[in-house]
């Protein structure tokens, strides 16, 4: 198959690439030239903003088209001027983030989405990314048959190359072993996916051209933050290493967030990270065990020395701090 990526040189869409590259197709990476050429050497480079002029895809066609970076409907509807029909069965990225607040676990593909109250919004915000990508998946339903068109909606996305800082953290301090502080609650939901499984799989859905949506998350619930954590320790912790779980309003009195500690819901229960992977498992998903994608990380870590992101997780100062006034308050071991 000839396979055009929009993006497909940073993390997700560098993973999908290189699981296409794998499976035998031909590749294009339509991307700003800022990443990829030497990751892509053998392949296609269109380069392009996609917010300007895709005029470089004129009378180009394709068996697929991968849109890895649309987060507007605009971008969604140029590309699909652009390609006029020439870019084969379209496979649109989105989110789990397209969804509702929910009151319970185990919600499916047909739940109620987020509504923006202003379409014309075009701020990508914490509050407005989710209702942005509903936006996109209508303008891609509009856009392309229905037959033409899949939809993935991936969880945290996590494994070797994650340039975001949030699971990479986690990885690192407790590779660095100790005591860690713990964000409870032990049970809060979470899920995960690995991006080499994520992108192996979505790359079997263009083949098979499945239409529809699919949740691309990982594991089935319930699962909690204790669990990603205790994994994490299990693959990279040294043989001393303690969690320490901290009551999650004492962590907020302290002025502790998602960001000092990555990754936690700050004491709420988000069951849109609890959701249903029946339908993308039935489609071939096939998560690989927590614990190698944890391992995997840090390999990559170690070997790339990639720097640690700016504003993710706290100082080992500001961590020593907390568990000494969290074990000030309660002498004995803590939440489990």
């Known amino acids: 198959m000839r ?4 993006g497909g040189t940073r993390f997700v869409g560098r993973a999908m690439a290189t699981a296409a590259v794998d499976a035998g197709h031909d590749i294009t990476l339509l991307h700003r030239g800022q990443t990829g050429r030497e990751t892509f050497a053998d392949a296609e480079h269109l380069l392009a903003d996609r917010d300007e002029d895709l005029g470089v895809l004129a009378g180009r066609e394709f068996d697929a088209t991968v849109d890895v970076c649309a987060y507007l409907p605009r971008q969604v509807r140029s590309l699909a001027e652009a390609l006029g029909g020439r870019g084969g069965h379209h496979v649109f990225v989105s989110t789990m983030s397209v969804y509702a607040d929910t009151d319970e676990p185990g919600l499916d593909e047909g739940a109620p989405l987020v509504r923006l109250s202003d379409h014309a919004t075009e701020e990508v915000t914490g509050e407005t990314y989710g209702g942005l990508k509903v936006l996109c998946e209508e303008q891609a339903k509009s856009s392309y048959d229905k037959s033409d068109l899949t939809i ?29 502080l713990a964000p409870g609650p032990h049970d809060s939901p979470i899920q995960v996916i690995d991006a080499r499984d994520l992108a192996t799989w979505t790359i079997s859905l263009a083949e098979d051209a499945k239409h529809g949506a699919f949740n691309a998350i990982s594991p089935t619930p319930p699962f909690g933050f204790g669990d990603l954590l205790d994994a994490t320790v299990r693959a990279v912790g040294p043989h001393e290493t303690v969690l320490t779980w901290a009551d999650p309003g004492w962590l907020s009195e302290q002025g502790e967030d998602y960001k000092s500690l990555p990754l936690w819901t700050e004491g709420e229960a988000e069951w849109t990270l ?20 944890v391992s995997d990380t840090w390999d990559w870590i170690k070997d790339e020395q990639p720097p640690l992101v700016t504003g993710w997780g706290v100082s080992t100062e500001r961590e020593a701090e907390l568990l000494t006034g969290w074990h000030g308050r309660h002498p004995t071991t803590p939440l489990g």
């Open 3 to 6: 396979i055009l990526f929009i």
């Open 152 to 180: 993935v909606r991936p969880t945290y996305v996590v494994g070797p190359h994650d340039h975001t800082g949030r699971f990479t953290w986690w990885v690192r301090r407790i590779a660095r072993g100790g005591e860690v």
């Open 274 to 293: 609890a959701a249903d992977p029946t339908k993308a498992i039935a489609a071939g998903l096939s998560p690989r065990p927590l614990t190698e994608t």
